[in-house]
């Protein structure tokens, strides 16, 4: 059975960092692409970033370009994202999701997230 | 990129069935067949119903069903239950290879 755990949110100031973790099981994780996708309090959801399963390439939305660094460790079978001068906006409960194999089309697997909170 | 639009709610009495729409542009929803639908309880992470347009993953009920034309996708209930009370989104691929979302529809069961 597939399963994805996500760690590391909490509240942090504005300008202030935080790192990420999502750790998964159950598959064959550097066959997989995956992603970050986020959640603000009572809002829609919005893909924040993606990664191959080799890590080669990477993708950013553009409010995140710059701040966000996806990575991986497919050794550890271990996501990150490592987000640098949170802004308030950034609030949101982040989930990691696992592509399709062979695809960056759909996410077919989500954690539970970790909530962000960005407030001074 | 914008995000497509959906209807903010749905309603339907129990046995009904109902539709949510999700429209794009050329670009995405019309350009590609990876149109894709969330099932998102309050408080739960969101759960895959239908990719690719129309196929349905292992365990999902075939009560649940996708189409699209042109630029516009659909998300059709039948048999409408008080489990399906939830958010739906949906979301399409696009050339930059960065996901679009709706902005999800709660259906409201009778």
């Known amino acids: 059975e597939v399963h994805l755990l996500e760690s590391g949110g909490g509240l942090v100031q504005p300008g202030g960092s935080l790192r990420l973790s999502c750790v998964a099981s159950?598959?064959?994780?550097?066959?997989?692409?995956m992603s970050w996708v986020r959640q603000a309090p009572g809002k829609g959801l919005e893909w924040v970033s993606g990664?191959?399963?080799?890590?080669?390439?990477?993708y950013y939305t553009d409010s995140v370009r710059g701040r966000f660094t996806i990575s991986r460790d497919n050794s550890k079978n271990t996501l990150y994202l490592h987000m640098n001068s949170l802004r308030v906006e950034d609030t949101a409960v982040y989930y990691c999701?696992?592509?399709?194999?062979?695809?960056?089309?759909?996410?077919?697997?989500w954690g539970q997230g970790t909530l962000v909170t960005v407030s001074s | 990129q914008s995000a497509l639009t959906q209807p903010a709610s749905v309603s339907g009495s129990p046995g009904q069935s109902i539709a949510i729409s999700c429209t794009g542009t050329?670009?995405?929803?019309?350009?590609?067949?990876?149109v894709s639908w969330y099932q998102q309880h309050p408080g739960k992470a969101p759960k895959l119903m239908i990719y690719?347009?129309?196929t349905r993953p292992s365990g999902v009920s075939n009560r649940f069903s996708g189409s699209k034309s042109g630029n516009t996708a659909s998300l059709t209930i039948s048999g409408l239950q008080a489990e399906d009370e939830a958010d739906y989104y949906c979301?399409?691929?696009?050339?930059?290879?960065?996901?679009?979302f709706g902005g999800g529809t709660k259906v409201t069961v009778l």
């Open positions: 999701a696992k592509y399709q194999i062979g695809t960056q089309a759909t996410t077919d697997c």
């Open positions: 990664i191959t399963g080799s890590g080669d390439r990477t």
């Open positions: 690719d347009v129309s």
């Open positions: 159950g598959f064959i994780f550097n066959s997989n692409a």
């Open positions: 979301s399409s691929y696009t050339s930059t290879s960065a996901p679009l």
């Open positions: 050329s670009s995405d929803v019309g350009a590609y067949n990876y």
